[in-house]
């Protein structure tokens, strides 16, 4: 069984940076895509950035591309997502997915999920 675990969430103003990080058990880390998802209050969950398995291809949401990056180190089981110039609206618990065959947008092609971790931005 894989577990996630994210970490890095927190309070920060608006235009500054947060870097989440993902850690995953198990030793099958490199064989999946991992993704970022996201829950706003009162907003259904969606989609941030996924990965593949090599980190070679990468997926962003419209509202974050050119201010979110997603990497991977397989050798320390790990996805993580610096988040810079950020926004009143990226406020969210952020959610770590992982176990889907290939990067994409649908929640329901992850089979991991991790807690997730409240990202608050003041304005």
């Known amino acids: 069984q894989v577990q996630l675990v994210e970490s890095g969430g927190g309070l920060v103003q608006a235009g500054g940076s947060l870097r989440l990080s993902c850690a995953a058990s198990?030793?099958?880390?490199?064989?999946?895509?991992m993704g970022w998802f996201r829950q706003g209050p009162g907003k259904e969950r969606e989609f941030v950035a996924a990965i593949s398995r090599s980190g070679a291809i990468t997926y962003y949401a419209d509202s974050v591309k050119g201010r979110f990056t997603i990497s991977r180190e397989n050798a320390k089981n790990t996805v993580n997502l610096q988040m810079n110039s950020l926004k009143p609206e990226d406020t969210a618990v952020y959610y770590c997915?992982?176990?889907?065959?290939?990067?994409?947008?649908?929640?329901?092609?992850?089979?991991?999920w991790g807690q997730g971790t409240q990202v608050t931005v003041s304005s």
């Open positions: 997915a992982g176990g889907a065959s290939f990067p994409t947008v649908e929640a329901g092609a992850y089979a991991y």
């Open positions: 198990g030793r099958t880390f490199s064989s999946y895509a």
